[in-house]
């Protein structure tokens, strides 16, 4: 009889997700080995691909989905929500990354109910970071219409904001920067690790620069 052990498999934010393995034996049909010798179901690991791309999985992405209903899918899929604040200017929450597990059945309900996606009535557009991190890890930039009702185009610099920079001290003593959009250097002293995620920081965007002209 086979033995079963269990695995803590580690996930971004500090969330545990635990899977099964069988010993030495073949996996059941209803499990799939990771490169990492893990025992995960197919639906585990399209959740991970939803979570990471910030986009349907192929299961979702079926040729008979009429386009109104793929569009608001993939909208629901992941919602990056921009700062909310009261009607008085007083904030009331810090962007927000939240989402739909069942966005293609919501999609074809609310399609039903006559919700439909209409681009000439958007006052807000979310961006994604040029270089930035995948799917919902990547905070990107809310825009909106200038005067002339156009969306203006941001320039790589705008994602990368040098006063979102923070630096503490490690209990090793070290001094580590970090960035929100995902960079992180250590150094001996705090100017040092301020300077190299400032270095980090200028290749990003110069190579984000470099792509949007190409």
């Keep these: 009889m086979p033995t079963l052990r269990k695995a803590l498999i580690p996930m971004p934010e500090k969330e545990v997700v635990e899977s099964i393995s069988f010993g030495n034996h073949q996996p059941p049909p209803e499990y799939t080995k990771t490169d990492t010798g893990q025992l995960v179901t197919p639906e ?26 793929r569009a608001l899918a993939e909208e629901l899929s992941v919602i ?7 009607q008085v200017g ?5 962007p927000t990354v939240t989402g739909i597990k069942q966005a293609t059945r919501v999609a074809e309900y609310l399609v039903k109910r006559g919700v439909r996606l209409h681009p000439d009535l958007e006052e807000i557009r979310w961006l994604t970071t ?18 002339n009702g156009n969306w203006p185009a941001p320039d790589p610099e705008d994602f990368y904001d040098l006063d979102q920079i923070q630096v503490t001290q490690t ?4 001094w580590s920067a970090t ?7 250590e150094a001996p002293t705090k ?13 990003r965007i110069e190579q984000a620069r470099r792509t949007r002209e190409a």
């Design 44 to 69: 585990f690991l399209a959740l991970i691909q939803q979570s990471l791309s910030g986009k349907l999985t192929p299961n979702q992405q079926t040729e008979d989905l009429p386009p109104e209903v």
């Design 80 to 86: 990056h929500l921009p700062e909310w604040e009261s």
């Design 90 to 94: 007083r904030k009331l929450a810090e």
């Design 179 to 185: 960035h929100p959009r995902g960079l992180a250097v």
């Design 191 to 203: 100017t040092d690790a301020y300077a190299d995620l400032v270095d980090q920081l200028r290749r």
């Design 171 to 174: 209990e090793a003593g070290l």
């Design 130 to 147: 040029p270089g930035g991190q995948p799917g919902v890890f990547d905070t990107g930039i809310h825009i909106t219409k200038d005067a």
